[in-house]
């Protein structure tokens, strides 16, 4: 007891010299565990302003927050628990994931390049578990990959990682043990590393977050673990339109977003109004000079990027995973396509052999945005969330970029909808009809007069090249 109560002064006293000497001072058993913080709700958190060591704009976490840390000497010492959670996709559906500190995903961690962190992980989960420093360059043995590096962390014990930041970026981390299982259930965290210079790199606004995805059957709580591709709940940080939070950002703030891809299939994410230049990788940061600019940045599996812009266009611009399923909730991916097809005559016979039927889709899944079906507990609608000039009809990864002026620096707050100046919104055409009955629109349905399911393709007349011609 003495000698561990001595070990612990001495650490407190002279850490920098002993883990100078050697990186893995160590064993800190006879520490006492930082607190671990836990956050109930799935709100987007005010940034952690450092409170010592150098400057930085810290990060903002969608729908998240970033972890505290104690400073233990020259360590800054952070405790994560690996634990079942409830997370709240969107308003209306709750899932049993597993998380970190109350929430799926985890809290940020952030910290400084050159940072001397400790990492403290308690398993409260029913199984193994090991956190893996994804894209951090540090010891192996610090590389959390149970069994390769390190034994599991067996349910109820405690581990500590050491290491030291040797680089600034975008990182994350996700457990190395039953690891399909275990990002299935949603876990897994962000980990930015800010540059020890505080003017190198800096933003006005570091937005982050992770595309994740699940499979959890309509008036269910527990995603399947089993599932390859056929996700049917795509996410940002556990949260789906139109539950993600806006982007706040103030006009000509210089903005980051940075995102990392834990799902099992890439993502091309689209933001509108602006072209934009990518600024960071996993790997590091892309060189002054040689970033590349885009208005969509694929991001693979396993993979981050960071990008940046100044937010010089004032507006309401939407952010979006550009493949359209991930812009659906679920239900949506096994409805039968009837778009060309006369409900109103076919509906009825359906109905009369299967009732409560509900058709759906002649004219398109649009209707479907402010549909209200009736759905099973716990369940969202596929597409859904409304605009100030109606439904939006998405769901899944699509969020909005919200540029204002004269918004206070460090002001997150949803600013509500855009006020377009006059005379800069697409507006109805109210002029002469087309000559052509044909290619007119019929006023009541909004559909074709040509019903052309009941024709032949091959019979079909040749399509008129000049598209919706009617300026
Ligand atoms: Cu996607």
Redesign the pocket.
Known sequence: MTDHLSRRGFLGAGGLAFAGASMISGRTQAASLPEAATMTEATMQPPLFPKSGPDYQPVVTLNGWTLPWRMNGDWKEFHLIAEPVVRELAPGMKAHLWGYNGQSPGPTIEAVEGDKVRIFVTNKLPENTAVHWHGQILPNGMDGVGGLTQPHIPPGRTFVYEFVLKKSGTFMYHPHSDEMVQMAMGMMGFFVVHPRNPAERRVDRDFVFL?NAFDIEAGSYVPKVNTMLDFNL?CWNSRVFPGIDPLVVGQNDKVRIRFGNL?M????VHMHGYDFKVTGTDGGWVPEGAAWPEVSVDVAVGQMRAFEFVADAPGDWAIH???SH?TMNAMGHSVKTYIGVNMKRTAPAIKKAAPGYMPMGSTGMGEMGEMEMPLPDNTLPMMTGYGQFGPIEMGG?FSVVKVRPGLSANDYKDPGWYGHPEGTVAYEWTGEPLADPARATSPDSGVKATEFHAVDPRKRPPAKSSGHGNH
């Open positions: 595309l795509w799902t299939t890439n993502h091309p995973c550009h493949k991930h990864m």
